[in-house]
């Protein structure tokens, strides 16, 4: 039977069959190969913190006043609902005070770590001086900030505009394709996801996220997938398919076109490569101009590069993020050229919370403590690690097809059989859930919801990724 021990702070898991000991699979560290061992025992890693005790209400009462206030829309992990309370670095803590590793960082947006003391010490002192003013008057919080996140930029793109979110910064995004080029027409990949307002749902090519209402204006081309797409690694051929796009569903000229490097909710899907600078020659041939959404793969979380369009030997005209840049705070921001800003000055363009100062100290805080921290090269040591782990993982299960991503943006696809490359929904779900009662919460994405999404804080050890690793090879082994 299985017996699980759980304490505050970790989990332990032995298995035993009729009084004797039944052996169990992990992936051996010392040898790095598949070794069977007697006794499988789960913990997860040492960690120097007590969490608070919870006196307040429990998970079925913060359910059912959900259920009775909030939007029905509104979903929720797993088929009983962890109720979170607390949040430091790595890990979260529910109700009862376990301890569990995040894996996916509240949705691929706490950089930093839950609640990092240098971030929360320059929001609050910041909160008890000014907390809110707008840009009609003069303060130093929003201009610091901009000069902090143009000198991170390369090229022209030196002229900041914050907003509140990814969608925001998207749909700003758009608006001032549509206006410097004088065009309508936008191009984004099918599988991708840019928001989910009325316009920026537009761009967004996953129907599950999408309602029955006009988004015109919008052409979805050919995903370039090396792992299912019809040309594999060959981005120069996916490429082709913007051009088609342009010719023939078009007047030939259109506003710009907008990808994320690695595709978040559609699964981690990373373009094929030499794919951006063949689009970004045909977008421009056709007087349009290059939006990267950096709402996921921005601020060094690729490990390789600190933008994942830089990934690509690319350049845009635009770049959107969000969701990292304020570690949990409603933070967005688009960057552009002084050319392109140019055109908002023909009307009024405001936005009452956008840059407010409590979220401007909070931003800069994120970008000294990346530098600090050396947050890129350790999501790039750290990812390369777990990379490593889990493709050793897929030589031993068969329902693993693909493990594929950078630094810590790292997607494995599910499987029931390689060769079709069936999606693995059924399984995907039982392994979301034993999982969770290891002490893992992850990320579920792609069109089948077939692809775990591993998008931890920055913070993510390799003594995490150990744990996550050996509680999917124990996962697995059950299935």
């Given at each position: 039977?299985?017996?699980?021990?759980?304490?505050?702070?970790?989990?332990?898991?032995?298995?035993?069959?009729?009084?004797?000991?039944?052996?169990?699979?992990?992936?051996?560290?010392?040898?790095?190969?598949?070794?069977v061992k007697d006794v499988a025992e789960l913990e997860l890693p040492p960690f120097d913190y007590v969490p608070r005790l919870y006196k307040g209400p429990s998970a079925d009462e913060v359910l059912q006043k959900?259920?009775?206030?909030?939007?029905?829309?509104?979903?929720?992990?797993?088929?009983?609902?962890?109720?979170?309370?607390?949040?430091?670095?790595?890990?979260?803590?529910?109700?009862?005070?376990?301890?569990?590793?995040?894996?996916?960082?509240?949705?691929?947006?706490?950089?930093?770590?839950?609640?990092?003391?240098?971030?929360?010490?320059?929001?609050?002192?910041?909160?008890?001086?000014?907390?809110?003013?707008?840009?009609?008057?003069?303060?130093?919080?929003?201009?610091?900030?901009?000069?902090?996140?143009?000198?991170?930029?390369?090229?022209?793109?030196?002229?900041?505009?914050?907003?509140?979110?990814?969608?925001?910064?998207?749909?700003?995004?758009?608006?001032?394709?549509?206006?410097?080029?004088?065009?309508?027409?936008?191009?984004?990949?099918?599988?991708?996801?840019?928001?989910?307002?009325?316009?920026?749902?537009?761009?967004?090519?996953?129907?599950?996220?999408?309602?029955?209402?006009?988004?015109?204006?919008?052409?979805?081309?050919?995903?370039?997938?090396?792992?299912?797409?019809?040309?594999?690694?060959?981005?120069?051929?996916?490429?082709?398919?913007?051009?088609?796009?342009?010719?023939?569903?078009?007047?030939?000229?259109?506003?710009?076109?907008?990808?994320?490097?690695?595709?978040?909710?559609?699964?981690?899907?990373?373009?094929?490569?030499?794919?951006?600078?063949?689009?970004?020659?045909?977008?421009?041939?056709?007087?349009?101009?290059?939006?990267?959404?950096?709402?996921?793969?921005?601020?060094?979380?690729?490990?390789?590069?600190?933008?994942?369009?830089?990934?690509?030997?690319?350049?845009?005209?635009?770049?959107?993020?969000?969701?990292?840049?304020?570690?949990?705070?409603?933070?967005?921001?688009?960057?552009?050229?002084?050319?392109?800003?140019?055109?908002?000055?023909?009307?009024?363009?405001?936005?009452?919370?956008?840059?407010?100062?409590?979220?401007?100290?909070?931003?800069?805080?994120?970008?000294?403590?990346?530098?600090?921290?050396?947050?890129?090269?350790?999501?790039?040591?750290?990812?390369?690690?777990?990379?490593?782990?889990?493709?050793?993982?897929?030589?031993?299960?068969?329902?693993?097809?693909?493990?594929?991503?950078?630094?810590?943006?790292?997607?494995?696809?599910?499987?029931?059989?390689?060769?079709?490359?069936?999606?693995?929904?059924?399984?995907?779900?039982?392994?979301?859930?034993?999982?969770?009662?290891?002490?893992?919460?992850?990320?579920?994405?792609?069109?089948?919801?077939?692809?775990?999404?591993?998008?931890?804080?920055?913070?993510?050890?390799?003594?995490?990724?150990?744990?996550?690793?050996?509680?999917?090879?124990?996962?697995?082994?059950?299935?």
């Open positions: 039977m299985l017996r699980f021990l759980l304490g505050s702070s970790s989990l332990r898991l032995k298995v035993r069959s009729s009084g004797s000991l039944s052996s169990c699979r992990f992936l051996s560290q010392q040898s790095g190969t598949s070794a959900r259920k009775k206030f909030l939007g029905p829309s509104l979903f929720y992990f797993y088929q009983k609902p962890l109720n979170i309370v607390e949040g430091k670095m790595q890990y979260l803590f529910d109700e009862n005070g376990r301890r569990y590793l995040d894996a996916f960082a509240g949705i691929v947006t706490v950089s930093c770590g839950h609640c990092h003391p240098d971030i929360v010490q320059a929001i609050r002192t910041q909160n008890e001086l000014l907390q809110h003013a707008t840009t009609i008057y003069l303060h130093h919080a929003i201009g610091d900030f901009a000069e902090a996140l143009a000198s991170k930029m390369p090229g022209n793109l030196k002229v900041v505009y914050f907003v509140n979110s990814g969608s925001e910064a998207n749909e700003l995004a758009t608006l001032m394709a549509r206006l410097y080029s004088g065009n309508h027409d936008m191009i984004s990949l099918r599988n991708a996801y840019h928001g989910g307002s009325a316009g920026t749902m537009g761009l967004t090519a996953l129907s599950s996220w999408k309602y029955n209402i006009s988004q015109g204006g919008v052409h979805h081309v050919l995903n370039p997938n090396t792992y299912r797409g019809v040309f594999g690694s060959d981005g120069e051929q996916y490429a082709k398919d913007v051009k088609d796009h342009i010719d023939f569903g078009s007047s030939g000229r259109v506003a710009g076109f907008i990808a994320e490097t690695i595709q978040g909710v559609g699964g981690a899907v990373e373009l094929a490569p030499g794919y951006l600078p063949a689009v970004y020659k045909y977008i421009r041939n056709a007087g349009g101009v290059c939006i990267a959404d950096e709402v996921q793969t921005g601020f060094g979380r690729t490990g390789s590069h600190y933008w994942g369009f830089e990934t690509q030997g690319v350049i845009p005209d635009i770049v959107t993020m969000a969701k990292g840049i304020g570690n949990g705070l409603p933070l967005g921001a688009v960057v552009t050229t002084p050319e392109i800003a140019s055109v908002l000055a023909e009307r009024i363009q405001f936005n009452t919370f956008g840059g407010n100062p409590v979220c401007s100290a909070g931003g800069l805080a994120v970008l000294k403590v990346l530098d600090k921290e050396k947050r890129q090269e350790h999501c790039a040591a750290v990812g390369s690690y777990l990379l490593d782990r889990l493709r050793a993982l897929q030589e031993k299960h068969e329902v693993i097809g693909d493990v594929r991503g950078r630094g810590l943006m790292i997607g494995v696809e599910l499987v029931t059989d390689r060769k079709l490359k069936t999606p693995a929904k059924a399984e995907t779900s039982i392994l979301f859930e034993k999982l969770k009662d290891l002490g893992v919460l992850i990320g579920k994405g792609g069109y089948e919801s077939n692809v775990f999404r591993v998008k931890p804080p920055m913070c993510f050890t390799k003594e995490d990724a150990d744990f996550l690793v050996d509680a999917m090879d124990y996962a697995m082994s059950g299935l």
